[in-house]
């Protein structure tokens, strides 16, 4: 009889990307990557909220909306 014991005792096992020794390796990079491509779509566009919606905090382990947020990008009329 081969019995499987597996017992939680940290969340670093739960989390495996945000803690302890088996954090994401990429995660600098992909960060990284994130400003950069963000930055570049700031440069271009202006987000605005889109009128008429609701919205509503969800506090789990990060804060976030209930029923998403709409953006609409506009057009920057900059010139280089």
Do not use: Y
């Amino acid at each position: 009889v081969i019995v499987d014991v597996f017992i939680v005792q940290s969340t670093v096992l739960i989390f495996p990307c945000l803690l302890g020794p088996r954090r994401c390796v990429g995660e600098a990079l992909a960060m990284q990557e994130l400003i950069v491509i963000l930055g570049l779509i700031l440069r271009e566009f202006t987000p605005i909220l889109v009128a008429d919606q609701s919205i509503e905090p969800v506090f789990t382990l990060t804060l976030a909306t209930a029923h998403g947020l709409k953006l609409q990008f506009v057009p920057n009329n900059w010139k280089r």
